[in-house]
């Protein structure tokens, strides 16, 4: 059931984890299926955390599609009551960036994920963080999603994509739009544009944040199935 029709949940979506970066541990929710060839791993926007509703119910459709996810907190709690007060770090791109380098970097030495092929799925500022990743490990990256995404943020990494890269954006969500097709014009790899009819920034209307997890699952599964191997399942 999409969020707009539900509570959030503080559940985990998975198994509960510890990511380590190299400056700080965050939690994180790891869910494995039985032969999952790819795990995606999500970066929220800003103000949010791995409880996002819109991700976890998207994490839902991948893991129905075979994939692996990863939800984790890009800030830690001191971080977030800092954030909440100031808005001092959701727009620090290349904070985020780091997080998401390390969480990758994590997964390949974690053994029920080290031989799967990574994906991003970014929304808001999350996807800048994405993108800019993905440039930092094209060898372990197979393909990005942005929901939403503040791509233009990522300008300076743009170039250096290889990871095929899909586009979501809301038919009435005009800023952002303008400022993904912008950015589509500096990339060099695969990649698409989709546009939600009728729907913003948040796509909150009937059947809009379905549509955006079934184009996520048909592009990660396209583009992440059999790039490396294949795992155990994480309950």
Same mark, same amino acid.
């Given at each position: ?34 032969? /999952? #060839? &790819?795990? $995606?791993?999500?970066?929220? @926007? ?9 991700? =976890?119910?998207? *994490? ?79 060898? /372990? #990256? &197979?393909? $990005?999603?942005?929901?939403? @995404? ?9 170039? =250096?994509?290889? *990871? ?72």
């Amino acid at each position: 059931m999409p969020p707009n029709q539900q509570t959030e949940s503080t559940e985990p979506l998975g198994k509960g984890v510890e990511v380590r970066c190299p400056d700080v541990s965050l939690d994180g929710d790891l869910s494995v299926p039985d032969g /999952a #060839t &790819g795990l $995606v791993i999500f970066a929220h @926007g800003s103000g949010s955390s791995r409880f996002s509703p819109r991700n =976890r119910y998207v *994490a839902r459709q991948l893991q129905e599609g075979g994939l692996g996810t990863l939800l984790f907190d890009l800030l830690t709690e001191d971080e977030e009551e800092v954030d909440v007060r100031t808005r001092e770090y959701r727009f620090n791109i290349e904070l985020l960036t780091r997080r998401l380098v390390g969480a990758v970097d994590w997964a390949s030495d974690f053994e029920a994920t080290s031989n799967l092929i990574y994906g991003y799925f970014g929304s808001s500022t999350g996807a800048a963080a994405a993108l800019k990743a993905a440039a930092r490990r094209p060898d /372990a #990256t &197979g393909a $990005v999603v942005s929901r939403g @995404g503040r791509v233009d943020l990522a300008e300076e990494d743009l170039e =250096r994509v290889e *990871a095929p890269s899909l586009f979501i954006v809301g038919g009435e969500d005009h800023t952002v739009l303008d400022l993904n097709r912008g950015a589509l014009a500096w990339m060099s790899c695969e990649t698409e544009l989709e546009i939600v009819p009728g729907a913003g920034h948040l796509f909150e209307g009937e059947g809009e944040l379905e549509q955006v997890a079934g184009l996520a699952r048909d592009w990660f599964v396209r583009h992440l199935a059999g790039r490396r191997g294949s795992a155990e399942s994480v309950p």
